[in-house]
């Protein structure tokens, strides 16, 4: 009859049907809300920069956006590997096991836990400011001014994870290269590095899948300007930011439109954490 | 997810009503069965508050607000889960005809947007039609440009881009705008014209009147639209605009609420831009509350339907009036108060007039 083995089997297997119902759930009811739009302008919703929600010439296309959440997220990248790289190596190897590297590692832990709109916030007063002394642009809003929160925001996601890879590494291994000689340096670059390869490559995947989604610190900091960004340093706007901003009022194709864009988000994640995967199966 | 949205909402709205009224039980048996939801503009969202805390302390019934944006007013009334939706841009023929029923609109108050500019040694501020469409269409982009300075000839504007902060987010603040805009520029009619979003073709968006009135703020060089409640009462400065007549009005409550001396039609629904009297603010707008003309719809009591109307004509008479002026709206003037009148004593409950 009802062993707890059955019982624990069925709970788990209960569990796992939830999650996969909410998911698909999510998914259809974003494609159906999406339809409208993709029945109006086609492929092309994808491929065109348009933006105009005023009644009578309504015109939508998703590009302007793309590019905003792309190029973020990239730059975000960019900033923070150098960053998170060196944090990871230092508390991971360096100085493992200290009392230092754990306070270091509490500190980028609790970078984590900061809400996004503290990080809006310090972006708004303190970095914007700064980009405009530096001379950037005359208001400090735009694409690179978002990038560089981001990047802040996911150094915590790259750290912890790429961390905890390089701590795995075996220590018999590390131990037969300081024994045949080589320096710190070394046993880094030939030893640690290809071990953890693709642990750590992982690890700014999934940073990078949590700049795509951010929504509340961009839309602070990055101008909301429909149009795709002549320079990193113009004004323009991402997928999340857009949908944050508009949905209040917007109805029927408008409304449309942007339930597309968080399918087309959705899509562009899942499209680069399938890939991730890839690369990371092609390389070992 | 809209209808879930929708249901979850009611069911916010249900439970807040519920628990609010068996409070007021014992100390009001009149009203117990009453009680009074309404969803819709944020830009009269402050004297809203404030009017519908005033009437529950007079008379006991609850009301309660949702300031969820103008779309939201309309589909809350369209799916019926509030007694009444307010707006800031009045229903076309089109909305009209999409919604289940006659509609009618009750005007409550008349709110401005105000140019706001953050230029630290310049006062007094003045803009021509042609300025407004030059900054905003993007055709100057430094604040000394000749034609700003022809306008301003005893101020002297300084050597520095011109930042435009506008909406991000859908708004009646932004309809009211543009309506104007595209009275005084057949460019911006053509290329942008008007609505609670655009296509804006130059500047930087912020999220609500706090966001743009935070960036411009913040940001020195910069200028852009606010509801005047919001600039009123956190004292930014803000330009003289010129009107019709070619006078150059600064917002203020009187120049506001003359915006209104003309002509107004039975039903209310007129935008006040641009209006023809030489004293007025021309940036100005009617925001209105909107409810079903037949009051008798899915099981509503004849005692609600009372109630609302009730509290309806108060809010147009002069006590709710003061207390519009109290968070900086213009009050309603007199005839159109009398017009809003004409149109709740014409409401009926199964055919029959309400007010008697």
Redesign the interface.
Known sequence: MWNSEKITKTLLFLASLIIVLITSGMVLSLMNGAIPVFKEFGINFIFSAEWNPTEGREDYGALSFIAGTLITSVIAIFICFPLAFSTSLFVGEYYRGTRLAKIVGTMVDMLAGIPSIVYGLWGFYVLRPLIVDLGFNSQGFGIFTAGIILAIMIIPYATSISTEIIKMVPNNLKEAAYSLGATRKDVILSVIIPNARSGIFTSYILAFGRALGETMAVTMLIGNTNLIPKSIFDTGNTMASVIANQFGEADGLKLSALIAIGLLLFVITGLINGVGKLLIKARL | ??KLLVVLFAAVLLASCNSGSSDKKSENKKSKSVSITAAGATFPLPFYNLAFKNYTKKTGILLTYGG?????GI?SLKDKIVDFGATDAFLNAKKEADMPGEIVHIPTCIGAVVIAYNLPEVKGLKLSNQNLEDIFMGKITKWNDKKLQESNQDINLPD??I?VVHR????GTTYIFSDFMSKISDAWKTE?????????PV?????GNP?VA??IK??V??VGYIGSEFAFAQKIPFAQVENSTGKFILPNLESISASAQGEIPADTKVMLTNSSDPNAYPISGFTWLILYKEQSYDNRSKAQAEETIKFLSWIIEKDAQALAQQVNYAPLPEKTVAQAMKILSDMVYDGEAILK
Request: charged share 20%; no cysteine.
């Open positions: 997810m809209k969820i944006g103008s779309g939201g589909r520095m881009d930042t991000s987010d859908g708004s942008v014209g008007k609505g609670k979003s655009l296509k804006w500047g930087l968006g912020a999220k966001g935070g960036t913040q940001t060089g910069t």
